[in-house]
């Protein structure tokens, strides 16, 4: 069995909303798995059902091969989480260090190893001087870094993090990207993170799946998902001779593009099929007398395959 | 089951001692133990309410403020302040996230509130005896362990314990509701009137101390125990309390 989280038919319905409806995702072990959508998708529905938090309408969710539904002790011992305002979730009256410690326990992290593994992780998110205060008198910054040690703290199989950076300045989203990273390196964790933040998908995950109002729209690697919403190529170009209104009539007369224009000192081409159509069209460029230089493509980034995916929706 | 409830039970009460309601009560009750019992008892005395079953009566009645009342608002502040302060501090989610059990989770709550709760009860009712009869010692020899009677000593044994119980199955069902430890602070009002007009309703009703009082009251408590603990089960789940509290 290579599937970390299998999500089979999963509906969640409120009094009037239905949160969820239908979703079947499959996440493989080791992976960073994205799970991407606006506002009121139902990520977080997703995440607390998968916690054993709620428990589905319809359809089920397995961890690492356990039923959420009949098997919910074991899918929480081999779980992290982190709830949405994560941040805002720690005991005041205890220190950051004992917070950690009582969640070890709780967990059933063997005593030998919980005080090497709380300082581990205070060293990483760098909260080690402060341990011994209360989260009380932490930054929102702190208190989400100490989040993410407790949903880490028994070095959990699979970990839903819900929103780990909504809170963080760019530093600190840096740093705990790259502490997700380096966990996620070894491939033993499976690591399930809900966010808005596109750059995060792109810079983290493995695979994303869009979610919106409830219905899972698209399921893919980054790069394919792009390439699936951007069959329509956009490429520049960049040539010696310094009449581009001329290449421009040539490459628009070979009737390959979707469109050509000018814009500062290059000519811009949409296409379709590349592959096959900007050879002839070079080609086309050089028998006039045109030298191209440089031709390079557009890539769309995951914001705007993400509006094209959700606003299509 | 109970290891688990333990460690959970072990780390709350060290949390709930931090707010200042619940640590006044113990200093509170030790207070009127020591010094209101001593001088009421002194004053009884010095009144020449010095025939045994006077003695007994006034001291009773009064001393049922001391030995019951009060040591009763501890569990149902302790209820208050951790399974509503749970939801209104939001450290409820990672904590239903942990592997524990929803029945280790409730025990956990049940042995929070109970455990100082009745270590408080008795040790005050140790306290009251030995202040109370230590006066008696001093000033009238003869009324020695006339107080406390079989009947007062029972009251101030069983009726900590099946308050406190009720405290928590109350708290647990309110939770839904209350948003606040204030708020729940005032439903736990309701707990305490209940408690004073049993402890009293023998004196109301003109009668002192009287065993049958005391029976029906302990199986109503009972049932009411039961009831609410069967409630708060029922209640006390995942989904219920994570949809509830959004
Ligand atoms: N306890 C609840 N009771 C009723 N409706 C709820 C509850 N929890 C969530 N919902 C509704 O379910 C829908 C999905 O919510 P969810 O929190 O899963 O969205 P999300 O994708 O996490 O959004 P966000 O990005 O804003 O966090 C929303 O319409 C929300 O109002
Ligand atoms: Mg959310």
Redesign the pocket.
């Known amino acids: 069995m290579t599937e970390s989280i299998e999500i089979s038919e999963l509906t969640k319905k409120f009094e009037k909303i239905t949160a969820v409806d239908g979703v079947s995702l499959d996440v493989r072990r080791g992976e960073v798995f994205g799970f991407l959508g606006p ?1 009121a998708a139902g ?2 529905t997703t995440v607390k059902i998968a916690a054993t938090l709620l428990e589905p309408t319809k359809g089920t969710i397995q961890v690492e091969g356990h039923d959420v539904q009949n098997e919910p002790v074991s899918v929480r011992a081999i779980t992290g989480l982190l709830p ?1 305002d994560g941040a805002n979730t720690h005991y005041d009256r205890l220190s950051a260090y004992k917070n950690l410690e009582y969640f070890g326990h709780l967990y059933d992290v063997p005593a030998e190893k919980l005080h090497d593994r709380i300082e581990r992780l205070l060293e990483f998110l760098e909260l080690k001087d402060r341990r011994d205060e209360s989260p009380a008198t932490f930054s929102t910054g702190l208190k989400q870094k100490l989040s993410i040690a407790r949903s880490m703290i028994h070095d959990p199989s699979v970990v839903f993090l ?2 780990p950076t909504s809170s963080l300045d760019p530093i600190m989203s840096k740093r705990v990207r790259e502490f997700i990273d380096t966990q996620a390196e070894g491939g033993k964790q499976t690591f399930f993170l ?1 966010t808005h933040l596109l750059s995060e998908v792109e810079a983290l995950c493995d695979r994303v799946g869009f979610i919106s109002r409830g219905v899972l729209v698209e399921v893919g690697r980054p790069k394919d998902l792009r390439r699936k919403f951007w069959t329509l190529r956009t490429f520049e170009v960049k040539l010696t001779d310094p009449n581009l209104q001329k290449s421009v009539d040539i490459i628009s007369s070979t009737g390959l593009v979707q469109s050509v224009s000018i814009e500062g000192k290059r000519v811009i081409f949409e296409v379709e099929d590349a592959e096959t159509k900007n050879p002839q069209i070079i080609r086309a460029l050089m028998e006039a007398g045109h030298q191209v230089v440089e031709v390079r493509e557009h890539v769309p980034d995951l914001e705007a395959v993400y509006l094209k995916v959700i606003g299509g929706n | 089951m109970w290891k688990k409830a333990w460690l959970m039970a072990r780390t709350e009460i060290r949390m709930v001692f931090k707010s200042r309601q619940v640590k006044t009560i113990p200093i509170m009750v030790v207070i009127m133990s020591v010094i209101f019992g001593g001088l009421w008892t002194y004053w009884t005395l010095l009144m020449g309410l010095t025939n045994p079953a006077d003695f007994n009566f006034m001291t009773s009645t009064i001393m049922s403020i001391v030995i019951i009342m009060l040591p009763i608002m501890l569990p149902v502040l302790i209820a208050a302040d951790s399974i509503v302060g749970e939801k209104e501090r939001h450290t409820l989610v990672p904590l239903l996230a942990t592997p524990l059990t929803d029945g280790e989770l409730l025990l956990g709550k049940y042995l929070t509130a109970l455990i100082p709760g009745l270590l408080v009860a008795y040790g005050n009712l140790l306290l009251a005896v030995a202040v109370v009869n230590g006066i008696v010692l001093l000033f009238a020899p003869h009324l020695l362990w006339v107080w406390p009677d079989t009947l007062s000593l029972l009251q101030a044994l069983i009726l900590p314990l099946l308050f406190a119980f009720l405290a928590v199955g109350m708290m647990v069902i309110i939770s839904g509701r209350a948003n606040t430890v204030y708020e729940a602070y005032q439903t736990g009002g309701f707990i305490i009137l209940p408690a004073m007009v049993f402890a009293y309703s023998g004196f109301l009703a003109g009668l002192g101390l009287n065993w049958m009082i005391f029976y029906l009251g302990i199986i109503i408590l009972v049932i009411a125990d039961f009831v609410l603990y069967r409630v708060a089960v029922k209640l006390f789940n995942r989904d219920n309390l994570i949809v509830r509290s959004g």
């Open positions: 506002n990520k977080s949405e819900d929103e809900c």
